[in-house]
T-cell receptor
Framework: AQSVTQPDIHITVSEGASLELRCNYS??????LFWYVQSPGQGLQLLLK??????LVQGIKGFEAEFKRSQSSFNLRKPSVHWSDAAEYFC????????????????FGTGTRLLVSP | SAVISQKPSRDICQRGTSLTIQCQVD?????MFWYRQQPGQSLTLIAT?????????ESGFVIDKFPISRPNLTFSTLTVSNMSPEDSSIYLC????????????FGSGTRLTVV
C-alpha cells in the first residue's frame, strides 16, 4: 500500500534562511507526488506536483521540490523563507482509485509544521 | 482549476445529531473526494463519490455513519450521522477534474465540534 513519511513534525527556520522539508514515499510504480500547504483555519493549497519528466519541479510562492527515485524522496525547498510561509505542509502521493479510470486518491503524510522566527 | 464552495464552514453540534456538509463545484468534475482531518492529524480519505454510482468507502468508514450523495457532476453532500465528540474534525471536499493532472483542489473545509 502507498504511504508517505514526513519525518519532521516541527521545523523552525529564521526569516530569510533556506528551508528543506523532507518527504519519503512508498509506491510500487511511478508516483504522482504533491506538496500542499495549509495555513491556520484554511483549506489546502497546492504548491506543486510531479508526474514525470524533469525531476526538479517549480511551484508557487518560490517553492521547488526534487524527485529522487533512488531515495524515494520528494523534498520541498525554498531558498529564503518569509514569515508568511509559517503553516502546515503536507506531502501526498497519488494512488489509483478505480480500474481503467485513471483517477486517483491521495495518501497524505502526517505533515510538517513550519515556524518562522524573526 | 476548479473552485469549491463548502458549507457550512463550521458548526457546533450536539451528540447524537447529524450534520450534512455541502460541496459545490463551479465546473463539472467526475470524481469528488471527502476527507477527514482530526485535530493535529493529517488528512484521511473517507470516501470517493462518482456521479451515478454508490460512493466507495475506505477501510474504517461506513455508509451508515457517513452517507454521501452525488446527484450531479457539480455537487455532493457528506452527512456525519449520530455524532459523538470523536467526530470533531475538519471535513474537506476535494475534486479531481483531470485525473490528477491539474492537481487536486480542496474546499476550505468544515470545522465540526461535537459537544
Amino acid at each position: 500500500a502507498q504511504s508517505v513519511t514526513q519525518p519532521d513534525i516541527h521545523i523552525t527556520v529564521s526569516e530569510g534562511a533556506s528551508l528543506e522539508l523532507r518527504c519519503n514515499y512508498s509506491y510500487g510504480a511511478t508516483p504522482y507526488l504533491f506538496w500542499y500547504v495549509q495555513s491556520p483555519g484554511q483549506g489546502l493549497q497546492l504548491l506543486l506536483k510531479y508526474f514525470s519528466g524533469d525531476t526538479l519541479v517549480q511551484g508557487i510562492k518560490g517553492f521547488e521540490a526534487e524527485f529522487k527515485r533512488s531515495q524515494s524522496s520528494f523534498n520541498l525547498r525554498k531558498p529564503s523563507v518569509h514569515w508568511s510561509d509559517a503553516a502546515e505542509y503536507f506531502c501526498a502521493v497519488g494512488a489509483r482509485v478505480l480500474m481503467n479510470t485513471g483517477f486517483q486518491k491521495l495518501v497524505f503524510g502526517t505533515g510538517t509544521r513550519l515556524l518562522v522566527s524573526p | 482549476s476548479a473552485v469549491i464552495s463548502q458549507k457550512p464552514s463550521r458548526d457546533i453540534c450536539q451528540r447524537g445529531t447529524s450534520l450534512t456538509i455541502q460541496c459545490q463545484v463551479d465546473s463539472q468534475v467526475t470524481m469528488m473526494f471527502w476527507y477527514r482531518q482530526q485535530p493535529g492529524q493529517s488528512l484521511t480519505l473517507i470516501a470517493t463519490a462518482n456521479q451515478g454510482s454508490e460512493a466507495t468507502y475506505e477501510s474504517g468508514f461506513v455508509i451508515d455513519k457517513f452517507p454521501i450523495s452525488r446527484p450531479n457532476l457539480t455537487f455532493s453532500t457528506l452527512t456525519v450521522s449520530n455524532m459523538s465528540p470523536e467526530d470533531s474534525s475538519i471535513y474537506l471536499c476535494s475534486v479531481d477534474k483531470q485525473q490528477g493532472y491539474d492537481g487536486y483542489t480542496f474546499g476550505s473545509g468544515t470545522r465540526l465540534t461535537v459537544v
